[in-house]
């Protein structure tokens, strides 16, 4: 599957689900839920250890809205950033969530996720 070439419609019917898993399962602080659909590359980075010290460090990270808001896409290389308006159930105001997928072995794979 060539995500370069899907509309920002397409991508986000695909991108929809594995963000809201990442806000779900980042508030349950639950490390297998959160990276099951890591690449390969990104589960070398993310060890429980470290994601442990973020959720521990961070009320944003843990305090997640299950709403969020599509924003749109960024095609670069072989993948696609997909951008999404995020809320915290605690701390006011948006964030900017960062999604980054791309095909690993015939699947859809997350290689990076941040919220600014």
């Known amino acids: 599957m060539n995500l370069l070439e899907k509309s920002d419609k397409e991508i986000s019917e695909i991108a929809n689900p594995l963000w809201s898993n990442l806000v779900k399962s980042s508030n349950q602080k639950n ?12 589960l070398y980075g993310a060890n429980e250890v470290e994601l442990g ?10 305090n997640l809205s299950e709403n969020s808001d599509f924003i749109g896409c960024l095609r670069r290389n072989n993948f696609v950033t997909v951008l999404y308006r995020q809320r915290s ?11 980054v997928i791309g095909n690993e072995e015939n699947q859809i794979k997350i290689f990076g996720a941040t919220i600014f």
């Open 53 to 62: 010290k973020q959720w521990a460090n961070s009320d944003l990270l843990v």
């Open 31 to 42: 490390y297998s839920c959160f990276t099951k659909d890591f690449s390969a590359q990104m």
């Open 89 to 99: 159930n605690k701390i006011p105001g948006d964030f900017l969530g960062r999604l």
